[in-house]
Nanobody, 122 residues
Framework: QVRLVESGGGLVQTGDSLRLSCTAS????????MGWFRQAPRKERDFVAA????????DYLDSVKGRFTISRDNAKNTVYLQMNSLKPEDTAVYYC???????????????WGQGTQVTVSS
């Protein structure tokens, strides 16, 4: 069992930056691939970024490439999402998730956090 808790969301303006954190409980965090997903009102939960267990492999949604960076610190049981040059269309609840491999499919993740709200004003 893995418990995930996100933090770092907030209200920012277009062009600003935010860093989201997701801290996991348990001693097996380093075995999991981690993903970030987001869900805007009345929309599906979409893939944003993912990272493998070692941090050596990542994947991104095309629209966030070059602006968002996913990273992890296994010693701190934490995965991060650095978000730069934020746009209003990035507004959503952001969720972290744990799974066994890097995937853009939310069905491949076994554990989810409760989400953190990111709002980007124009």
């Amino acid at each position: 069992q893995v418990r995930l808790v996100e933090s770092g969301g907030g209200l920012v303006q277009t062009g600003d930056s935010l860093r989201l954190s997701c801290t996991a409980s348990g001693r097996t965090f380093s075995r999991y691939a981690m993903g970030w997903f987001r869900q805007a009102p009345r929309k599906e939960r979409d893939f944003v970024a993912a990272i493998n267990w070692s941090g050596g492999s990542t994947d991104y949604l095309d629209s966030v490439k070059g602006r968002f960076t996913i990273s992890r610190d296994n010693a701190k049981n934490t995965v991060y999402l650095q978000m730069n040059s934020l746009k209003p269309e990035d507004t959503a609840v952001y969720y972290c998730a744990a799974g066994w491999y890097v995937s853009g499919n939310k069905g491949d993740y076994d554990y989810w956090g409760q989400g953190t709200q990111v709002t980007v004003s124009s």
